[in-house]
Each structure stands twice: as structure tokens, then as C-alpha cells.
């Protein structure tokens, strides 16, 4: 089984270790959950997108690429050819602003695109494994207050809005809210117990 993972922090992946001013709670679940893929025998792929400086930018030439059904660049058309490989798809970043960063926007809005991963006409996937979706976030805002004051609008841009709508129906989020306030004993806790 190959699970691609799409991480979006400054940081990179290799801020999963606690040094002062250069880490991220992200990166050590991004160290769990590769580590729990490999347990279970899964081939992983890592799109680190701050350590490839990805653009996430859509220029005029970007775009009239995109209505073309053609791809953008070497990057773009190599992660696309990933994602089509792939039995699971994860995405990990943080939640800024109620939703993800530039780079995660950025990815899906150049690297999901029509004609070469869905359906222009008919919207449906071109992933033909169905890969299964989830997406690991961390985020200030208190759960209770995203979902019910906020109206938890990652869920209606990412599971409604992109993946149901080109018939990705496997979708799981798992999302740790608060950590920055937590003891480093409860983070530490958090993430023996973290489970994919």
C-alpha cells in the first residue's frame, strides 16, 4: 500500500524534535505517522512543500496551463504522477486564519487539476484507487468554538468542497487543538497516544 503525505510547515519535517524556536508539534506527529506506516508495511512518500519550495502562487501562465488540462511545471507534474499511485492521501499542516496555509491551497488548486486528475466534464476523480483522504491539522482555536461559532470551514472547503465533489468519498480528519498552551508532559502524551 503507498500513502503519499502532502506536509506544509515552515519548519519543514525535520522541526519534529524540541529545539527552541525550531519546532513544530506537526513535524513530531508527521515522525509518528511515518513511523506507524512502516509498521504497517506501507510505502511512504513525503511531499515536504517548504523543503521543495513549492510555489503555491498561480500565475497568468499557471492558470492558462490549468484550463488547458496541462501541467505547469516538472514539480507540479511530478507530484501529480505521485498522486495517482497513490492507496492513501495525507495531508498535515496547521490552521491559520480557520484554514490551511498558503502552500496546502496552493498544492491543491495547481496540483489537483482538471483534466489531469479529474474529469473537467463530469468533475470525478481521475485517482482510480479511490484513495482513502485524511488530513492531520493543529490549530489555537478550541474545537467546540471552530465547529459550532466558526462553522468549521476546513471541513466545507476540503471534504465538500474539493474531495466529495470529485467523488473522493474516504475522508478522515484528525485535528489536535490548544497544543501551544498544554505542558510539555501532555504533549508528550498526546503523541504516545496518536494512532493513524
Known amino acids: 500500500m503507498k500513502t503519499i503525505i502532502i506536509f506544509d510547515h515552515p519548519y519543514t519535517a525535520t522541526a519534529s524534535e524540541n529545539i527552541p524556536h525550531h519546532r513544530s508539534f506537526l513535524a513530531a ?60 492521501i495525507i495531508f498535515m499542516f496547521p490552521i491559520w486564519w480557520e484554514v490551511m496555509p498558503a502552500m496546502t491551497k496552493g498544492f491543491i488548486d495547481k496540483v489537483y487539476a482538471k ?55 474516504n475522508f478522515k480528519w484528525k485535528n489536535f487543538s490548544g497544543i501551544e498552551k498544554k505542558s510539555l508532559a501532555k504533549r508528550e502524551k498526546i503523541l504516545r497516544d496518536f494512532r493513524l
Open 29 to 88: 506527529l508527521l515522525k509518528s505517522t511515518i513511523t506507524q506506516l512502516k509498521e504497517q508495511n506501507n510505502e511512504v512518500d513525503l511531499i515536504d512543500l517548504h523543503a521543495d519550495n513549492f510555489d503555491p502562487v498561480m500565475s497568468a501562465d499557471d492558470l492558462t496551463n490549468w484550463r488547458r488540462g496541462k501541467s505547469m511545471n516538472a514539480q507540479v507534474s511530478d507530484y501529480q504522477a505521485r498522486l495517482l499511485s497513490a492507496d492513501r
Open 115 to 169: 483534466s489531469i486528475l479529474y474529469q473537467a466534464d463530469s468533475m470525478k476523480t481521475k485517482l482510480t484507487k479511490q484513495p482513502k483522504i485524511e488530513v492531520i491539522t493543529t490549530m489555537s482555536t478550541p474545537k467546540f468554538v471552530y465547529k459550532f461559532l466558526i462553522g468549521s470551514p476546513l471541513t466545507r472547503m476540503l471534504f465538500r468542497g474539493t474531495f466529495i465533489k470529485t467523488r473522493l468519498w
